[in-house]
């Protein structure tokens, strides 16, 4: 267990909804980046937040945002979805230090 | 930009056969270099690391050792075992973009041991 956390683990939707995934860091933590997985794409960095303020982005598309709270928890929104958003969205938290990145489970969508 | 070049999958190895992944990368500056495993269904745990050259990073009987002057971190295993089978990642993260610490990942290997 990694400490970090994020709900839902699966989630099914359709063509042009908007979903919310969550993201709890590790205790300390004030870094939290976002990953997306897929077959084709492997794995690919989306954005990063500190401390609540947007730090780097990826490759993130504008339909995507993203969000970390004062209690450093964060939410990745996707909308407008499509069949190809389907993939395991995982969240990574890492201390000020950066000494390296602790991968939550991840949440698998699934757009149909 | 950074990138990471891992050698194309999959692997199949029988128990206590050695291992070995290789994994090279581009980057400016000087990076830190890192290995996840992914067992199936789970999330990426962070194996073994290395933030300098010459550094050996292990674990679990995993390792990996920074080399500068060839741009690789190969990791190896003496005796592997049916319980490794997972898919292997090897990634940096630039140390030039301060407090962006994002990671650039391979593309992965699967490794399947048979008893």
């Known amino acids: 267990d990694s400490g970090v956390t994020q709900t839902p683990k699966h989630l099914i939707t359709a063509t042009g909804q908007r979903v919310t995934l969550r993201c709890s860091p590790r205790s300390g933590d004030l870094s939290v980046y976002w990953y997306q997985q897929s077959l084709d794409q492997g794995l690919q960095f989306l954005i990063q937040y500190y401390n609540g303020e947007e730090r780097a982005k990826g490759n993130i598309l504008e339909r995507f945002s993203a969000q970390q709270f004062p209690d450093l928890h964060s939410e990745l929104n996707l909308s407008s979805l499509e069949l190809g958003d389907s993939a395991l969205y995982f969240c990574?938290?890492?201390?000020?230090?950066?000494?390296?990145?602790?991968f939550g489970p991840g949440t698998r969508l699934t757009v149909t | 930009g950074n990138s990471v070049t891992q050698m194309e999958g999959p692997v199949t190895l029988s128990e206590e056969a050695f291992l070995t992944i290789n994994c090279t990368y581009t980057a400016t500056g000087y990076p830190s270099l890192f290995w996840y495993v992914q067992y199936p269904g789970e999330g990426l745990q962070l194996l073994l690391k290395a933030t300098k050259a010459d550094d050996k990073g292990s674990n679990k009987g995993f390792e990996a050792t920074y080399r500068k002057e060839t741009t690789s971190f190969h990791l190896e295993k003496g005796s592997v075992q049916v319980s490794d089978s997972a898919v292997y990642f090897c990634a940096l993260r630039s140390n030039s973009g301060g407090s962006n610490y994002k990671l650039t990942f391979g593309k992965g290997t699967l490794l399947t041991v048979n008893p």
């Open positions: 990574a938290s890492s201390p000020p230090t950066g000494a390296g990145q602790y």
